[in-house]
Protein backbone atom coordinates (compact mmCIF):
# COMPACT_ATOMS: atom_id res chain seq x y z
CA UNK A 1 0.00 0.00 0.00
CA UNK A 2 1.73 2.84 -0.83
CA UNK A 3 2.34 6.07 1.59
CA UNK A 4 0.76 9.63 1.80
CA UNK A 5 0.85 12.64 -0.42
CA UNK A 6 3.59 14.60 -1.20
CA UNK A 7 2.99 18.12 -1.84
CA UNK A 8 5.79 19.10 -4.21
CA UNK A 9 5.85 22.50 -5.82
CA UNK A 10 8.42 22.99 -8.74
CA UNK A 11 9.06 26.54 -10.53
CA UNK A 12 10.59 26.21 -13.57
CA UNK A 13 12.33 29.71 -14.34
CA UNK A 14 14.04 30.51 -18.07
CA UNK A 15 13.83 32.92 -21.17
CA UNK A 16 12.80 33.11 -24.63
CA UNK A 17 14.56 34.13 -27.91
CA UNK A 18 14.46 37.63 -28.38
CA UNK A 19 14.18 38.54 -24.37
CA UNK A 20 15.86 41.51 -23.42
CA UNK A 21 19.33 40.69 -21.76
CA UNK A 22 19.80 40.89 -17.74
CA UNK A 23 21.73 38.80 -15.61
CA UNK A 24 19.25 39.83 -12.73
CA UNK A 25 16.80 37.69 -12.04
CA UNK A 26 14.75 40.57 -10.08
CA UNK A 27 15.27 42.94 -13.35
CA UNK A 28 14.15 41.06 -16.10
CA UNK A 29 10.67 42.78 -17.30
CA UNK A 30 9.25 39.70 -19.34
CA UNK A 31 8.66 36.41 -17.08
CA UNK A 32 8.98 32.72 -18.15
CA UNK A 33 8.11 30.61 -15.31
CA UNK A 34 6.68 27.45 -15.72
CA UNK A 35 4.81 26.34 -11.98
CA UNK A 36 4.12 22.87 -11.30
CA UNK A 37 1.58 22.00 -8.13
CA UNK A 38 2.22 18.07 -7.72
CA UNK A 39 1.14 15.34 -5.61
CA UNK A 40 3.59 12.07 -6.26
CA UNK A 41 2.62 9.02 -3.57
CA UNK A 42 5.19 8.32 -1.22
CA UNK A 43 6.31 4.34 -1.55
CA UNK A 44 4.66 4.40 2.27
CA UNK A 45 4.22 5.63 5.54
CA UNK A 46 6.35 6.13 8.59
CA UNK A 47 9.52 6.90 6.32
CA UNK A 48 12.56 8.02 8.57
CA UNK A 49 14.03 11.44 7.49
CA UNK A 50 16.97 9.92 5.76
CA UNK A 51 15.00 7.49 3.96
CA UNK A 52 12.78 10.27 3.23
CA UNK A 53 15.31 12.25 1.73
CA UNK A 54 16.74 9.60 -0.27
CA UNK A 55 13.38 8.89 -2.10
CA UNK A 56 13.00 12.51 -2.88
CA UNK A 57 16.22 13.31 -4.57
CA UNK A 58 15.77 9.84 -6.49
CA UNK A 59 12.20 10.80 -7.66
CA UNK A 60 13.54 14.24 -8.91
CA UNK A 61 16.29 12.68 -10.79
CA UNK A 62 13.82 10.59 -12.70
CA UNK A 63 11.17 13.08 -13.86
CA UNK A 64 14.52 15.72 -14.60
CA UNK A 65 13.84 15.03 -18.48
CA UNK A 66 10.25 15.87 -18.52
CA UNK A 67 11.05 19.16 -15.94
CA UNK A 68 13.69 20.25 -18.75
CA UNK A 69 12.56 19.30 -21.75
CA UNK A 70 8.92 21.34 -21.58
CA UNK A 71 10.02 24.10 -23.64
CA UNK A 72 12.43 25.74 -25.89
CA UNK A 73 14.23 26.89 -22.72
CA UNK A 74 16.41 29.93 -22.96
CA UNK A 75 18.78 30.87 -20.07
CA UNK A 76 17.35 32.82 -17.23
CA UNK A 77 20.23 35.32 -17.34
CA UNK A 78 20.93 35.68 -20.54
CA UNK A 79 19.45 35.13 -24.55
CA UNK A 80 21.30 32.05 -25.22
CA UNK A 81 19.79 28.75 -25.80
CA UNK A 82 19.37 27.08 -22.50
CA UNK A 83 21.33 23.46 -21.66
CA UNK A 84 21.79 23.07 -18.24
CA UNK A 85 19.39 22.84 -15.46
CA UNK A 86 20.16 23.80 -11.70
CA UNK A 87 18.16 23.06 -8.42
CA UNK A 88 17.62 24.74 -5.34
CA UNK A 89 15.77 22.21 -3.26
CA UNK A 90 13.88 22.12 0.09
CA UNK A 91 12.25 19.80 1.50
CA UNK A 92 10.41 18.59 4.75
CA UNK A 93 8.94 15.38 6.29
CA UNK A 94 6.78 16.68 9.16
CA UNK A 95 4.20 18.08 9.91
CA UNK A 96 3.52 16.96 6.33
CA UNK A 97 5.92 15.99 3.26
CA UNK A 98 6.72 18.98 1.63
CA UNK A 99 9.15 19.71 -1.30
CA UNK A 100 10.13 22.84 -2.98
CA UNK A 101 12.04 23.01 -6.36
CA UNK A 102 13.35 26.02 -7.93
CA UNK A 103 14.71 24.89 -11.50
CA UNK A 104 16.96 27.40 -13.32
CA UNK A 105 17.11 26.69 -16.81
CA UNK A 106 21.12 27.81 -18.05
CA UNK A 107 22.98 28.23 -20.89
CA UNK A 108 26.31 27.57 -19.23
CA UNK A 109 27.16 27.35 -15.22
CA UNK A 110 30.23 25.37 -16.03
CA UNK A 111 33.44 26.99 -14.48
CA UNK A 112 34.06 29.15 -17.57
CA UNK A 113 30.69 30.43 -17.72
CA UNK A 114 31.10 33.59 -17.13
CA UNK A 115 28.58 36.16 -16.21
CA UNK A 116 25.69 33.50 -16.10
CA UNK A 117 27.70 31.32 -13.96
CA UNK A 118 28.64 34.25 -11.47
CA UNK A 119 24.93 35.43 -11.67
CA UNK A 120 23.58 32.18 -10.95
CA UNK A 121 26.11 31.82 -8.09
CA UNK A 122 24.68 34.83 -6.40
CA UNK A 123 21.05 33.98 -6.64
CA UNK A 124 22.11 30.73 -5.20
CA UNK A 125 23.22 32.84 -1.99
CA UNK A 126 20.24 35.06 -1.93
CA UNK A 127 18.03 31.97 -1.98
CA UNK A 128 19.91 30.82 1.14
CA UNK A 129 20.09 34.01 2.76
CA UNK A 130 16.89 35.38 2.58
CA UNK A 131 14.40 32.03 1.38
CA UNK A 132 16.29 29.58 3.21
CA UNK A 133 17.09 27.09 0.82
CA UNK A 134 20.23 25.37 0.96
CA UNK A 135 23.59 26.22 -1.06
CA UNK A 136 23.55 24.00 -3.79
CA UNK A 137 25.16 25.76 -6.61
CA UNK A 138 28.60 24.43 -7.97
CA UNK A 139 29.99 24.94 -10.96
CA UNK A 140 30.22 22.02 -13.73
CA UNK A 141 32.90 20.82 -15.49
CA UNK A 142 33.40 22.95 -18.79
CA UNK A 143 33.45 20.93 -21.87
CA UNK A 144 30.59 19.10 -21.10
CA UNK A 145 27.82 17.42 -23.61
CA UNK A 146 24.65 18.56 -22.83
CA UNK A 147 21.58 18.48 -24.89
CA UNK A 148 19.29 21.97 -25.29
CA UNK A 149 16.82 21.79 -23.12
CA UNK A 150 13.91 22.51 -26.30
CA UNK A 151 15.96 19.26 -27.73
CA UNK A 152 13.68 16.05 -27.34
CA UNK A 153 13.47 14.79 -23.95
CA UNK A 154 14.25 10.83 -25.71
CA UNK A 155 16.53 11.22 -28.20
CA UNK A 156 17.48 14.38 -27.06
CA UNK A 157 18.55 15.85 -30.79
CA UNK A 158 17.62 19.23 -31.87
CA UNK A 159 15.19 17.46 -34.35
CA UNK A 160 12.51 20.84 -35.85
CA UNK A 161 13.06 22.28 -32.33
CA UNK A 162 10.17 24.63 -33.05
CA UNK A 163 7.93 22.14 -34.17
CA UNK A 164 8.23 19.99 -31.10
CA UNK A 165 4.90 17.54 -29.82
CA UNK A 166 4.07 17.43 -26.59
CA UNK A 167 2.86 14.18 -24.42
CA UNK A 168 -1.13 14.35 -24.75
CA UNK A 169 -1.57 12.98 -21.27
CA UNK A 170 0.69 15.65 -19.24
CA UNK A 171 0.95 18.21 -22.12
CA UNK A 172 4.85 19.21 -21.13
CA UNK A 173 6.96 16.32 -22.15
CA UNK A 174 8.20 17.24 -25.30
CA UNK A 175 9.03 14.96 -28.26
CA UNK A 176 9.94 14.88 -31.91
CA UNK A 177 8.53 11.97 -33.09
CA UNK A 178 5.75 9.19 -31.88
CA UNK A 179 8.99 7.07 -32.37
CA UNK A 180 10.76 8.57 -29.30
CA UNK A 181 7.41 8.97 -27.39
CA UNK A 182 6.64 5.47 -27.61
CA UNK A 183 10.50 4.53 -26.46
CA UNK A 184 10.66 7.16 -23.50
CA UNK A 185 7.07 5.66 -22.08
CA UNK A 186 8.45 3.31 -19.51
CA UNK A 187 10.75 6.07 -18.30
CA UNK A 188 7.93 9.00 -18.84
CA UNK A 189 4.56 7.42 -17.43
CA UNK A 190 5.92 7.93 -13.62
CA UNK A 191 5.92 11.88 -14.44
CA UNK A 192 3.06 11.65 -16.26
CA UNK A 193 0.78 9.97 -14.40
CA UNK A 194 1.32 12.25 -11.23
CA UNK A 195 -1.67 14.48 -9.98
CA UNK A 196 -0.36 17.86 -10.96
CA UNK A 197 -1.48 21.55 -11.45
CA UNK A 198 0.29 23.57 -14.01
CA UNK A 199 0.42 27.48 -14.56
CA UNK A 200 2.78 28.88 -17.12
CA UNK A 201 3.40 32.77 -16.66
CA UNK A 202 4.95 33.95 -20.16
CA UNK A 203 4.75 37.26 -20.30
CA UNK A 204 3.81 39.09 -23.12
CA UNK A 205 6.22 42.20 -24.46
CA UNK A 206 6.10 44.95 -27.09
CA UNK A 207 8.95 46.75 -28.62
CA UNK A 208 7.71 50.11 -27.37
CA UNK A 209 6.45 48.81 -24.43
CA UNK A 210 7.71 49.97 -20.58
CA UNK A 211 6.78 47.12 -18.88
CA UNK A 212 4.16 44.00 -19.01
CA UNK A 213 1.34 41.81 -17.24
CA UNK A 214 2.32 38.56 -16.85
CA UNK A 215 -0.58 36.31 -18.47
CA UNK A 216 -1.18 32.65 -16.63
CA UNK A 217 -2.80 29.60 -17.81
CA UNK A 218 -3.99 26.04 -16.98
CA UNK A 219 -2.44 23.13 -18.65
CA UNK A 220 -1.40 25.02 -21.87
CA UNK A 221 1.52 25.52 -24.05
CA UNK A 222 2.87 29.34 -24.48
CA UNK A 223 3.31 28.10 -28.36
CA UNK A 224 0.03 27.95 -29.68
CA UNK A 225 -0.27 25.28 -32.52
CA UNK A 226 2.26 22.80 -30.63
CA UNK A 227 0.55 19.81 -31.72
CA UNK A 228 0.30 16.82 -29.00
CA UNK A 229 0.87 13.20 -29.62
CA UNK A 230 -2.34 10.78 -28.15
CA UNK A 231 -1.92 10.44 -24.69
CA UNK A 232 -0.39 7.21 -24.04
CA UNK A 233 1.52 5.09 -26.62
CA UNK A 234 -0.51 2.63 -28.33
CA UNK A 235 1.66 -0.73 -28.16
CA UNK A 236 2.22 -0.02 -24.81
CA UNK A 237 -1.02 1.03 -23.32
CA UNK A 238 -1.35 2.10 -19.91
CA UNK A 239 1.21 -0.06 -18.14
CA UNK A 240 1.88 -0.12 -14.58
Known sequence: MSGPELRLSVSIFGSAAG???THDPDD???????????????????????EFSQWAQSMLLRITPDLKHTQY???EFCDKPAKETIYNVAAWLNPVPLMKVLSHNMCDASVTGGSCTKAMAKLDKE????VGFP???KPTRSGLDIPLSGSCAKCNKPNDIDHMKKCGACQLTRYCSAACQR??????KE???ISKETEWIWGQSTPSATS???????????????ASFPPHPADLGDVD
Open 135 to 137: RSF
Open 183 to 188: SDWPRH
Open 212 to 226: SAASSTTQSDPKPGN
Open 127 to 130: LAAE
Open 28 to 50: RPVPRILKLEMRPRMPHAGMSTP
Open 73 to 75: WHC
Open 19 to 21: DPV
Open 191 to 193: FCK
